[in-house]
């Protein structure tokens, strides 16, 4: 089975290429924007793929035609995607489109992720059924990129998901994980908001429901993310406990006072009911992630 990964430069690119290059029944190949910063070469064949441009994709695609297409190239910070619309959609909704067509001429499998930020938060758990309503213009381009697949005739999967936390090497951007445990570690004064609240999700067990939905062959819609829903404030205040770190700094503060260019929901996270059902989908607890940072970051 040949498998492409789009952004595997990236934390889930990363984790699913470490999962899939070491898979006798795999043919990887990790694309990626520019050069690749992984530095374990073997196992696995990268081409520099930017998936914005169609001629690329096409090339890339027609050329190694692969049976599965990984898409975890996207831009995902919020804000930026606020205020760069155009950029947004080019790289999160036609992207999209170009792999979806060249999904159908190989009749490939195209596995997208896409967002809790599709819905406004006021009536969260989510169910894969729920009626979404973007709040942001991310959400609302990773909602475009849903509707694509909707309407398409390719076989298509979309794992939706929540703040993904990890460890990898040379990443363009940081996580929630990392990043407080290094405020936590320094004793920085921390104001963290504690009326929004999120089921962080481990990108281990993101790649894992990726690989399940390709390898048992689901098709639709599936909520893949971590299973403890928690408020921000209290993700950090697990975190402190966890390392042992002092709670002390650490202010509580409503969303409003941030002043963010782009709207968030208030209380997302998922049921997970129909992933676990049908993909064998079994997230870690989030202390459970805990130990396994601590671990991979001890090594
Ligand atoms: N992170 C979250 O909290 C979160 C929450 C919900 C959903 N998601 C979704 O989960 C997926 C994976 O997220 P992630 O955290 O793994 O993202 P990530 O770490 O930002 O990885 C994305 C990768 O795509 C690469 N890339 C950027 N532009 C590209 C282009 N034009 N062509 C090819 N590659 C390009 C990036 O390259 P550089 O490294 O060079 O920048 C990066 O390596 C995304 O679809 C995201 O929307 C993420």
């Not at 998936?51 to 975890?72: A, L, R």
């Not at 942001?136 to 309407?151: D, F, P, R, V």
Request: net charge negative; charged share 25%.
């Amino acid at each position: 089975m040949k498998v492409l990964i789009t952004g595997s430069n990236g934390l889930l690119g990363q984790k699913l290429l470490h999962k899939l290059r070491v898979d006798n029944s795999v043919d990887l190949i990790a694309t990626s924007i520019g050069e690749n910063r992984v530095s374990e070469k073997s196992g696995y064949k990268y081409i520099s793929l930017d998936i914005t441009n169609k001629q690329e994709i096409e090339k890339v695609v027609f050329s190694e035609k692969p049976d599965i297409i990984i898409n975890t190239a996207s831009m995902t910070n919020v804000d930026v995607c606020e205020d760069k619309k155009q950029e947004c959609d080019t790289l999160n909704v036609d992207a999209v489109k170009y792999l979806s067509d060249c999904a159908i001429n190989i009749d490939a499998h195209l596995i997208q992720i896409s967002t809790d930020f599709i819905f406004d938060g006021e009536n969260g758990p989510y169910s894969e059924d729920d009626i979404p309503n973007p709040l942001s213009y991310y959400g609302l381009s990773k909602l475009k990129s849903e509707t694509i697949l909707l309407e398409s005739s390719c076989r298509w999967t979309i794992l939706r998901t929540i703040i993904v936390f990890g460890v990898a090497e040379n990443l363009s951007k940081g996580n929630i994980v990392l990043w407080a445990k290094g405020a936590l570690e320094k004793g920085e004064p921390l104001n963290i908001i504690d009326d929004q609240f999120r089921a962080p999700t481990l990108a281990e067990d993101l790649a894992d429901a990726c690989i399940l939905s390709f390898q048992k062959a689901k098709y639709g819609i599936y909520n893949a993310s971590g299973k403890d829903i928690m408020s921000i404030f209290e993700i950090v205040e697990r975190i402190a406990r966890h390392y042992n770190y002092s709670t002390k700094n650490m202010n509580r503060i409503s969303t409003t006072t941030l002043n963010q260019t782009a709207g968030r929901p208030p209380r997302t996270g998922f049921i997970l009911d129909k992933a676990k059902k049908e993909l064998g989908y079994n997230p870690h607890s989030f202390e459970e992630c805990l130990s396994i940072i601590e671990k991979q970051l001890n090594n």
